[in-house]
């Protein structure tokens, strides 16, 4: 067993630190003040950070995916300084999906992937259907080449400025189904939703209206028809024959842990490393600050109450980052064991997020409250991570239920 990061994940570590604190972290005071980006300024965003390997065109994914590592370096390191922007830029992950769209998407849309123009949101909850997702109501109902969608979803990142948003919703059997809803080709209206922390990252509602979206546009018909197409697979850099092979495996896989969990998996690894990031900001401005700032005539730092909390916080942060990693790994195998580990991952390091923000708040007194200095945002921006993508208490019945077995689900 290793601990150490490579000395390529080093350097990738590296210049994504040089990256976010030239070019990213100049704009954060300013825009959390000024709230929810509009589409613009995200679209700039996610432009600047092609340029150290974060985007959707093939080459960049084909990097990314060659190392899950570095995929969770660059989450703790764009958490720890600007939550807001980590997730347009993340949660834009269906802008990928393109790759396997249907020639005609591709010709419209490839040219705005490659430029890392394309902003995505993935849309599952619903104002009766939150923690109970099986509560959906919105349904796709097949109609000739056409699903007609109806319904509302609620709580959606990116919603009011995406371009793509990957649907789920019940189609006429009452089976749950992925849709790539593309917004020029299938209209739907958005609202915002404004909120305690991330404050320049977009949320909304989403409202389809008999909405029509290309039969085409269903996502496991997406990856069944490009991995039978031997020249598509070639031009995604795929091996054909690997690909055939690899295609049952895939399904079964997908079909044991099923699309959403594989979703989740990845998204509950990357909110446990989103909060290590966080926690590590606070934990580093403590320890500055405990070393300058000085009361009864010493530094704060000489304060055992105060090495008590900074013992705590390091903690914290170290085991969310420990538990964030071993998850992501078992997510990028697609390993059953993914479901537990990051639930437990995302359970614990999101709440240890909100102590380690509080006790940063803590350790800098007074101007820990100010919005001169970050630690405000940080305790709001830590305090947002133990709802989305399941909260903590879905998180642990989940955990209760993946080491009991079957029979044992807390909401079955
Ligand atoms: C900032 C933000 C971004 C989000 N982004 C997205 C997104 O991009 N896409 C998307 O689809 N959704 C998104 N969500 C929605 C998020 O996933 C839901 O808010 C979450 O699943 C909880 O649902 P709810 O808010 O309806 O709370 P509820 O499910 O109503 O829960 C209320 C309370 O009851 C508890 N509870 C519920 N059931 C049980 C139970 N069985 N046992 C014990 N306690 C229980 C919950 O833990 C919680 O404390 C986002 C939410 C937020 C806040």
Redesign the pocket.
């Known amino acids: 067993m290793d601990f150490d990061l490579s000395e390529d994940q080093k350097l990738f570590r590296a210049s994504i630190r040089e990256f976010l604190e030239k070019e990213i972290q100049p704009l954060v005071d300013e825009q959390e003040k000024k709230g929810p980006m509009g589409r613009e300024e995200a679209v700039s965003l996610l432009k600047k950070f092609q340029k150290v390997g974060l985007g959707f065109d093939l080459e960049s994914l084909r990097a990314m995916g060659q190392d899950p590592v570095n995929l969770g370096i660059l989450t703790e390191e764009m958490f720890r300084v600007w939550p807001s922007a980590a997730?347009i830029v993340g949660?834009s992950f269906p802008a990928a999906l393109i790759h396997l769209g249907s020639e005609d998407m591709r010709r419209r849309l490839l040219p705005r992937v490659e430029r890392n123009e394309v902003i995505g949101?993935?849309?599952?909850?619903e104002p009766e259907?939150?923690?109970?997702?099986r509560a959906m109501r919105t349904t796709a109902i097949l109609d000739g080449d056409a699903y007609v969608v109806n319904g509302t979803?609620?709580?959606?990142?990116?919603?009011p400025i995406a371009d793509l948003c990957l649907l789920?919703a019940n189609d006429q059997e009452g089976n749950r189904v992925f849709l790539l809803v593309e917004k020029e080709v299938s209209p739907y209206e958005t609202s915002t939703l404004h909120?305690l922390?991330?404050r320049a990252?977009p949320?909304g509602e989403i409202y389809f209206d008999n909405c029509q979206v290309p039969r085409e546009n269903n996502l496991l018909e997406m990856i069944t028809r490009t991995f039978s197409n031997p020249e598509r697979l070639e031009e995604l850099g795929l091996d054909p024959e690997k690909a055939k092979e690899s295609l049952p495996r895939l399904m079964n896989l997908m079909g044991r842990m099923s699309v959403e969990n594989v979703i989740f998996a990845f998204l509950r690894s990357g909110m446990a490393l989103a909060a290590a990031g966080l926690s590590q900001a606070a934990l580093d401005a403590s320890l500055e600050y405990a070393k300058q700032r000085t009361q009864f005539g010493k530094p704060i730092g000489r304060f055992q109450l105060i090495q008590e909390m900074l013992y705590d916080m390091a903690v914290l942060t170290e085991t969310s980052r420990l538990l964030g990693y071993k998850a992501l790994w078992l997510s990028a195998r697609m390993d059953p064991q993914a479901r537990l580990m990051s639930s437990l991952a995302k359970g614990y390091a999101c709440e240890a997020a909100v102590k380690v923000t509080y006790d940063a708040i803590q350790i800098h007194g007074g101007v820990g409250l100010s919005d001169e200095y970050p630690l405000e945002r940080y305790f709001r921006d830590a305090r947002?991570l133990t709802?989305?993508?399941?909260?903590?208490?879905?998180q642990k019945?989940i955990v209760g239920r993946e080491l009991l077995g079957k029979g044992f689900s807390?909401?079955a």
């Open positions: 997730g949660l949101c993935y849309a599952i909850t259907a939150g923690s109970d997702n979803k609620t709580w959606i990142s990116n919603a789920v909120k922390g991330w990252a949320t947002m709802i989305p993508d399941g909260t903590t208490e879905i019945l807390a909401y």
